[in-house]
């Protein structure tokens, strides 16, 4: 089945850091990617949907300049956290669809971010 | 708009006892619909889907009819097991810009 690959896994770092998180489609061409992100005992929120090789569509009240998305193929899309600080910190999910008609998203496993 | 409705949680069972997670959906069009499940600290991760009215998506001993005429897709399995414990997120698409509309989500735990 399809596989989305989502790197690192776990990142610990220092307040003022940027992060970078990757996701990768590695069976599939993935027209389409999507962030999440998900608090404790919470559903998904989406934050930001792209497509490649276009500027990424952001939801309401997600900050694009705090959270910039990269999506340069058809199989890569990166989400930058700048200059993280401790309320960033929280468990980010990628996933990734391809273009075609009732297609599920699949999901990567997701990266937890704490900012200390 | 589109959206979806789902029991709340938290669902606790007995092994070996049956399933029901209510799911409800709203939508414009002719959506598809999926069930996903989240194990503890991982991504979501597919676990059926049903494209058109009627259709039934199946797996893993979990299954989900699409009913057009009560907008559901509840999900069952008739016997849980502990390693079912995880979280259930019902979902539609109407593949408009491929957007996915999910539900709350709804934690099951089974017991020995």
């Known amino acids: 089945g399809a596989v989305v690959s989502q790197h690192p896994s776990r990142v610990i770092c220092k307040s003022g850091t940027s992060v970078k998180i990757e996701c990768r489609s590695l069976?599939?061409?993935?027209?389409?990617m999507f962030w999440y992100r998900q608090f404790p005992k919470q559903s998904l929120m989406l934050m930001a949907t792209?497509?490649?090789?276009?500027?990424?569509?952001?939801e309401q009240g997600v900050e694009k300049d705090k959270f910039l998305i990269n999506h340069a193929s058809l199989t890569l899309s990166t989400l930058t956290v700048t200059s993280a600080h401790p309320e960033d910190s929280s468990f980010y999910i990628c996933?990734?669809?391809?273009?075609?008609?009732?297609?599920?998203?699949?999901f990567g496993d997701g990266t937890r971010l704490s900012i200390l | 708009g589109d959206s979806v409705t789902q029991m709340e949680g938290p669902v606790t069972l007995s092994e070996e006892a049956f399933l029901t997670i209510n799911c409800t959906y709203t939508?414009?069009?002719?959506?598809?619909l999926f069930w996903y499940v989240q194990y503890p600290g991982e991504g979501l991760q597919l676990l059926l889907k049903?494209?058109?009215?009627?259709d039934k998506g199946s797996n893993k001993g979990f299954e989900a009819t699409y009913r057009k005429e009560t907008t559901s897709f509840h999900l069952e399995k008739g016997s849980v097991q502990v390693s079912d414990s995880a979280v259930y997120f019902c979902?539609?698409?109407?593949?408009?810009?491929?957007?996915?509309?999910f539900g709350t989500g709804t934690s099951l735990t089974v017991i020995p």
């Open positions: 792209s497509n490649e090789g276009s500027k990424a569509t952001y």
């Open positions: 049903a494209t058109k009215a009627d």
């Open positions: 069976d599939f061409q993935a027209t389409t």
């Open positions: 939508a414009t069009g002719y959506p598809s």
């Open positions: 996933s990734a669809t391809a273009y075609a008609v009732n297609q599920p998203q699949h």
């Open positions: 979902a539609l698409t109407e593949n408009t810009g491929n957007q996915f509309y």
